[in-house]
């Protein structure tokens, strides 16, 4: 079935460091992609998406690129900044309408 | 309105409670989707509705769940002798139409003592 594995955490780096969390995926036809923050209280929020292979989704500095050749989507930001702390989750969609979920990265970033 | 909104944020209850999640979509959005996250966890699908027809209920996890939007609209999330495994957040989403433009709530917190 579908899935979606992601890097374990927590995450902790320094501000201005360069951010990578990991995603894999299984999926049977052609999944969209998708990463979603959740930050402390409040509900998730897409960050980013990617509908084929090869797209890069972008948004606020963060970057991932679907790639089907490793069955990948991870995530990068080249510089980050406290307001980035988080929840990240990598997700996908593939043949109906429900989300697969990761379960989930933390990130801290300290000043 | 202008988000998903779900109430109650926080509830505790007894364990052989029943207990009722209300959801509150985005004005017009025709799906409609129920998960439930454990702590720690990703969100876990339970069910979806495209109008006040539930298409997918195959996330459920037992009888003791039951959802319904009965005018398309309000969804209510019931479960009734919730137990402590019941402990999650339970988070709605709606749409337009499928998965496009989805947004989702802040979530319930259901804690079961």
């Known amino acids: 079935g579908d899935s979606v594995t992601q890097m374990e955490g927590p995450v902790t780096l320094s501000e201005e460091a360069f951010l990578t969390i990991n995603c894999t995926y299984t999926a049977t036809g052609y999944p969209s992609l998708f990463w979603y923050v959740q930050y402390p209280g409040e509900g998730l929020q897409l960050l980013l998406k990617a509908t084929k292979a090869d797209d890069k989704g972008s948004n606020k500095g963060f970057e991932a690129t679907y790639r089907k050749e490793t069955t990948s989507f991870h995530l990068e930001k080249g510089s980050v900044q406290v307001s980035d702390s988080a929840v990240y989750f990598c997700a996908l969609i593939s043949t109906g309408n429900q989300f697969y979920f990761g379960t989930g990265t933390s990130l801290t970033v300290i000043p | 309105g202008a988000g998903v909104s779900q109430s109650p944020r926080y509830k505790v209850a007894k364990r052989g409670q029943d207990v009722a999640l209300r959801c509150d979509p985005i004005?017009?959005?025709?799906?409609l989707f129920w998960y439930q996250q454990a702590l720690g966890q990703g969100p876990e699908f339970l069910t979806y509705?495209?109008?006040?027809?539930?298409?997918?209920k195959s996330g459920l996890p037992s009888d003791r769940f039951f959802a319904e939007r009965p005018e398309g609209s309000v969804s209510t999330l019931k479960i009734q002798r919730t137990q402590q495994e019941d402990s999650a957040v339970y988070l709605c989403?709606?749409?337009?139409?499928?998965?496009?433009?989805?947004?989702f709530g802040s979530g319930t917190r259901l804690t079961v003592v």
């Open positions: 004005s017009g959005h025709v799906s």
């Open positions: 509705f495209q109008n006040e027809a539930q298409l997918d």
């Open positions: 989403a709606s749409s337009p139409k499928g998965y496009y433009g989805y947004t």
